[in-house]
């Protein structure tokens, strides 16, 4: 049975890092072909992909927030972490943790979709 | 970064009404394309892979279809549990993956 869940701090101060903590269980990030992605939702909006770390330790961010966001993990504790540098109240959101899944296209590549999510945590940055 | 855009925002329906929403991809995705739904308060659950494959447990009213740029998500008879925001996300040019805005499915 696959779970996972969000941990890291309701409420930070503008300009302070954010640091959350995805821990999982039911699947291994040593797998190949396993991937943990983040993805936040500000309140009423829509969802926004942040951030992949697949199996082989490779990562890759969103274009507008590259240069503020860091993906790591640490296989032993079944955990990815995601930092997001300069709060701002725009980053004001519930962030989610989801396992990737995936299947092979034609071609034999992985195509990827967010098939178990977390139940998310509600992150306010405010003074 | 591939533009996602859903169309309508929101509708309202019934109970047994048929209901589609539309995906547009600002290019050609195939069909690396993938449907959630979400209800309030909750975390977002995969409905459709790969445009028309339904994720194990997705009851059989729910279907999708479409290639290249534009693609639909059908409801075939709207349940009371099928009240809830539906978001089509691109998994062609990935990452980043792209989400569309969201349709909210209403009770009329």
């Known amino acids: 049975q696959v779970t996972l869940r969000e941990s890291g701090p309701a409420l930070v101060k503008p300009t302070q890092t954010l640091t959350l903590t995805c821990t999982f269980s039911g699947f291994s990030l040593t797998t190949s072909g396993m991937c943990v992605s983040w993805i936040r939702q500000p309140p009423g909006k829509a969802l926004e992909w942040l951030a992949r770390?697949?199996?082989?330790?490779?990562?890759h961010y969103s274009t507008s927030l590259k240069t503020r966001l860091t993906i790591s993990k640490d296989t032993s504790k079944n955990q990815v972490v995601l930092t997001l540098t300069n709060m701002d109240p725009a980053d004001t959101a519930t962030y989610y943790c989801?396992?990737?899944?995936?299947?092979?296209?034609?071609?034999?590549?992985?195509?990827?979709?967010?098939?178990?999510w977390g139940q998310g945590t509600l992150v306010t940055v405010s003074s | 970064d591939i533009q996602m855009t859903q169309s309508p925002s929101s509708l309202s329906a019934s109970v047994g009404d048929r209901v589609i929403v539309t995906c547009r991809a600002g290019?050609?995705?195939?069909?690396?394309l993938n449907w959630y739904q979400q209800k309030p308060g909750k975390a977002p659950e995969l409905l459709i892979y790969a445009a028309s494959t339904l994720q194990n447990g997705v009851p059989s009213r729910f279907s999708g279809s479409g290639s290249g740029t534009n693609f639909t998500l059908t409801i075939s008879s709207l349940q009371p549990e099928d009240f809830a925001t539906y978001y089509c996300?691109?998994?062609?040019?990935?990452?980043?993956?792209?989400f569309g805005q969201g349709t909210k499915v209403k009770i009329k």
């Open positions: 290019q050609s995705i195939y069909t690396y």
């Open positions: 989801a396992r990737m899944g995936h299947y092979y296209d034609s071609n034999g590549y992985r195509r990827y979709y967010f098939d178990y």
């Open positions: 770390i697949k199996w082989d330790d490779d990562k």
């Open positions: 996300q691109q998994s062609y040019s990935s990452p980043p993956y792209t």
